[in-house]
Structure formats: structure tokens, C-alpha cells
């Protein structure tokens, strides 16, 4: 028993940097993929028909396709295509961001919607430019609004990001694999890999809560 747990602590420090690596991997595809959920939100209620066409397409082909198969697409197309092989990290990147964009999106149109246009009008009729509308009055206000489902994104970008490990990027899910595989003790480490994931999605839906309550006051 005391040989069992000593394999399970030398094989610790592979699953906790499996878990940071996971942390890093959803904090970096969540903000790419705000930035560009932000240009899809505004291209989605912008008046030039392209964009809002384009916006529309994107979002709906997005949520339409599981992220395993972006993945795949994302990894093997660039071999087929260029005959060249884009990094592991870039491609768990690359597909996280896109993936969450299209979600992010949607919060943030809802956002943008939530508020009133008679604020924008106000806006305008002072001098301001629907740019500075936009930066001034506009973006304050949708926090209050997208940030309890922002965090709920979060969180499932977290736990999304496991399926990153079939193009064998190490995160959580693929550390846990291998220290499986190296010491077929596949209930002490999965048991682990459970405990890792909890400690860091439990806090986000505390703080989601603790944002709600935030908005209705």
C-alpha cells in the first residue's frame, strides 16, 4: 500500500502541472476568443448587411461543429494542405478560441442589447462619435451584465479543454493519461484528475453566484 501511494506522489507534480497548463490554456482561448466574440457581437447588430451576415454564419457553423472535430481540423489541415506541422499549442489555442468566441458572441450581444437605445441616441445627440458611444457608455454597462455567464463560459472552457488531449497536448486530462499508463493505477490518478478539476471549476461557479446577486442588486 505505502509502495502504491509513493508512485502516486512521484507521478503528482505531472498532474498539478497538467492542471496549470490547463488554467492557462482556457485563460489564454477565453481572451482571444472575447476579443473576437467582441467584433462578432458588433458586426451582429451593426446595420451593414455583410458583417451581419458574416457574423451569423460564423456563429451558427461554430455551434454547430463539436469542438473534437475543430481539433482535428485544425491539426491535421495544415499537413494536408502545406505540408507543414503547426504546434500542439497553437492548434489547442486556435481551436479553443474559436470555438469560444461564437458563445462569447451571444453574451455579448445580449449585452449590448440589454441596453437602452435611448443612451446611444443620448450619445449621439451630444457629439459623441458611435465609437466613443460605444467605449464610453456602452461597454461599461454590459459587464454588470455578461459576467456571471462569462464566468459560466469559463468554466467550460476549463473543462472543454480536456478533448485537447487527443491531439496529445499535455494538459489535465493528458497527464492523467500518462502517469495511467505508466503505473496502471488508473482510480487513484483519475480520482486525482477529478479533485484538480473541482478546485478549479468549483470557485468560478462561487463567484458566478456571487455575480448574480451582484447584477439584481
Known amino acids: 500500500m505505502n509502495s502504491d501511494w509513493e508512485i502516486v506522489i ?5 498532474l498539478i502541472k497538467g492542471a496549470i497548463f490547463t488554467v492557462i490554456l482556457s485563460i ?23 458583417l451581419n451576415f458574416f457574423s451569423h454564419i460564423y456563429i451558427l457553423i461554430i455551434r454547430s461543429i463539436p469542438l473534437l472535430l ?22 489547442a489555442i486556435l481551436s479553443l478560441t474559436l470555438y469560444s468566441s461564437a458563445y462569447a458572441a ?17 450619445g449621439l445627440s451630444l457629439g459623441l462619435t458611435k465609437l466613443q458611444v460605444m467605449r464610453f457608455i ?12 462569462y464566468v459560466g463560459l469559463f ?36 480520482a486525482i484528475a477529478l479533485i484538480l478539476y473541482f478546485m478549479i471549476c468549483y470557485p468560478l461557479s462561487l463567484y458566478s453566484k456571487k455575480a448574480e446577486k451582484m447584477v439584481r442588486r
Open 138 to 149: 456602452m461597454i461599461p454597462q454590459i459587464f454588470k451584465v455578461i459576467i456571471p455567464p
Open 10 to 14: 512521484k507521478y503528482l507534480p505531472l
Open 155 to 190: 468554466t467550460a472552457v476549463v473543462k472543454d479543454s480536456s478533448l485537447v488531449s487527443v491531439i496529445c497536448y499535455i494538459e489535465l486530462t493528458r497527464a492523467t493519461r500518462l502517469a495511467v499508463m505508466s503505473t496502471f493505477k488508473s482510480f487513484e490518478f483519475y
Open 106 to 122: 451571444e453574451i455579448i450581444r445580449s449585452g449590448f442589447l440589454s441596453i437602452p437605445k435611448e443612451q446611444s441616441e443620448a
Open 28 to 50: 489564454l482561448s477565453l481572451f482571444f476568443g472575447t476579443i473576437l466574440g467582441l467584433f462578432l457581437a458588433v458586426f451582429q447588430i451593426s446595420k451593414i448587411w455583410i
Open 70 to 91: 475543430i481539433l482535428f481540423f485544425m491539426f491535421y489541415l495544415p499537413s494536408i494542405i502545406f505540408k507543414v506541422h503547426v504546434s500542439k499549442f497553437f492548434v
